[in-house]
C-alpha cells in the first residue's frame, strides 16, 4: 500500500501547539478534518479518544499513532503533526512525542489500520527517517517518506 496517497500537504503540521495529549489529538483531528474524507470531525475525535482509552499509541522514539476505526471518515486518512517542545503521551518508553501520524480508517475496514500503522512503524524505527521528519521543511518532504516502503 502507497502510504502518500492518503495523506496530503494540507494534513501536514510542523507547529503543533498543544501541550497535552488530549489537546494534541483534538489538533490533529482538526488537521484531518480538512480532507473532505472526513464527515464528522467530533466523532473522530470521540473515537479516537476512546481507542486512546484502552492503550496508549505512543509507540517510542518520540512517535505515536494516534487511530480510529470509525464511521467518521469515508475513507482512509493519514495526518502528520510535529511538536518541537513534545507531549507527554504517555508512551510506552516514557519519552515526550515529537512526530505524530492520525489515522482513520471507516469502521468497516476490519484491518487497514493495522496494515498502515505496521508500514509506519517500519519506516519510522529507522532513526534516518525519524530525522528527516524532525528536520524537514515541506510537507512534501513527509508525503515523498511515505512512499519508502
Not at 4 to 25: A, D, G, M, P, W
Not at 49 to 71: D, Q
Not at 127 to 138: I, T, W, Y
Request: glycine residues 4%.
Amino acid at each position: 500500500m502507497n502510504l502518500s496517497q492518503f495523506c496530503r500537504s494540507e494534513l501536514v503540521n510542523f507547529s503543533l501547539e498543544s501541550t497535552t495529549k488530549k489537546e494534541v489529538i483534538r489538533e490533529m483531528v482538526k488537521l484531518a478534518a480538512q480532507s473532505e474524507l472526513v464527515l464528522d470531525e467530533e466523532k473522530l475525535y470521540q473515537d479516537t479518544m476512546e481507542r486512546e482509552k484502552l492503550l496508549s499509541t505512543g509507540i517510542g522514539f518520540g512517535v505515536a499513532f494516534p487511530h480510529a476505526r470509525t464511521e467518521a471518515v469515508k475513507g482512509l486518512v493519514i495526518a502528520f503533526g510535529r511538536s518541537d517542545a513534545g507531549i507527554d503521551f504517555d508512551a510506552l518508553d516514557g519519552a515526550f512525542v515529537h512526530m505524530l501520524f492520525l489515522v482513520a480508517v471507516p469502521k468497516h475496514e476490519l484491518t487497514t489500520h493495522i496494515t498502515v500503522i505496521a508500514q509506519l512503524s517500519l519506516i519510522l524505527k529507522e532513526p534516518v527517517n525519524r530525522e528527516k521528519l524532525m528536520n524537514a521543511v515541506f510537507p512534501q518532504e513527509v508525503i515523498d517518506l511515505l512512499n519508502t516502503v
